[in-house]
């Protein structure tokens, strides 16, 4: 998600969950390009795995940068067909390649026949007026025909014309159902459903109609959210057993990259959920917010932070309350 899940933010939340899948911001191909790609593609190695997520229409340029992907070590590429910002639709890519299946069908085909790595592409399940039945069949098809690894599907349509992008995350209704049907008219594609899922419980029921789920919102604004993952969605245990652990778990990354010179203000910013709903939630995310910014903040500002919070060593508990 542009401007959140930077590699900070991936750093944390691999902190929460060992087995879930991380995507980068979307990074346009001209950037990756022509752009400051070390700074723009660098990423941590304890975010494995993770999926670089790029935007454009051109197939020999997105190949070209599934190539560039591959050499700095993501697992995946994904290509976006679903955002509907008015810059992605000037550069004619984002949620109007869904008028393009052919062309999108072609990009995937340029970058499969390029890496070894996944090829996925995350998509709407139409624009505008067009019929989802017939919009995301086609795409699919072409898609599919192309070796796509797991067509990702945000199940509401995009209104180019007329919303914001804000907007066209929420007005436009969710259809879960059409993606169910997709998936069961494409038994053999790896079909993942994103939009409106609000907690883990809701993933896991998704997870018997389609093979995968996404979250985007929810996993960001509640960080702590992610703590179930490992347990409810894979069987496995836990990374740590309180958010306090998991935020004490990432003060050496901090002082590490604060060594790097980077601002105490730019990792903690993404941390500001982890205590939602639990007291002193609030007295956290001010200090930080505040204390943050200024030159001199420190590990010993987030420490403090941590301070804020009430019964700090609490479980999971809050997650009921939240
Ligand atoms: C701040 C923000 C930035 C986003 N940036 C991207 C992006 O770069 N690429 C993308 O495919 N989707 C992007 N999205 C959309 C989300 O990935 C997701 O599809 C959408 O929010 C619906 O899922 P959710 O209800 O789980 O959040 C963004 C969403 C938000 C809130």
């Not at 070590?73 to 390649?97: H, I, K, M, T, W």
Request: glycine letters at 8%.
């Amino acid at each position: 998600m542009m401007e959140w899940t930077d590699r900070h933010c991936r750093f944390f939340h691999r902190l929460l969950t060992r087995c879930a899948l991380i995507y980068t911001e979307m990074i346009t191909t001209g950037a990756v390009l022509h752009g400051d790609r070390t700074r723009l593609m660098a990423r941590d190695p304890a975010e494995h795995p993770v999926a670089l997520q790029l935007g454009g229409c051109d197939p020999r340029q997105l190949a070209e940068c599934a190539r560039i992907a591959e050499d700095f070590g993501y697992d995946e590429v994904n290509l976006n067909a679903g955002c509907p910002s008015d810059r992605v639709q000037n550069g004619r890519f984002g949620a109007c390649l869904m008028a393009e299946p052919a062309l999108v069908g072609d990009c995937v085909a340029a970058m499969t026949a390029t890496v070894k790595l996944p090829v996925t592409v995350k998509c709407r399940i139409g624009i505008d007026d067009q019929d989802p039945e017939e919009a995301l069949e086609a795409l699919t098809c072409a898609v599919e025909r192309a070796g796509v690894a797991a067509l990702i599907v945000h199940a509401r349509k995009a209104w180019l014309d007329g919303l914001s992008p804000r907007e066209n995350r929420d007005i436009p209704p969710l259809d879960y159902a059409r993606v169910y049907r997709l998936k069961a008219a494409h038994p053999d594609l790896c079909v993942v459903l994103n939009g409106g899922i609000g907690d883990v419980d809701q993933a896991l029921a998704h997870l018997g109609r389609v093979d995968g789920v996404m979250m985007g919102r929810a996993a960001y604004q509640d960080p702590w959210r992610l703590l179930a993952v490992d347990p409810v969605l894979f069987g496995e245990a836990a990374p740590f057993a309180s958010p306090k652990a998991a935020a004490e778990a990432l003060i050496p990354y901090i002082e590490r990259e604060l060594a790097r010179g980077t601002r105490l203000h730019a990792v903690t910013r993404h941390v500001l959920g982890l205590f939602r709903g639990v007291p002193g939630a609030r007295a956290f995310r001010r200090h930080l917010a505040t204390e943050a910014l200024k030159p001199a903040a420190g590990a010993a500002t987030f420490r403090e932070a941590l301070g804020l919070i009430v019964n700090v060593d609490a479980p999971m508990a809050h997650t009921a309350a939240a």
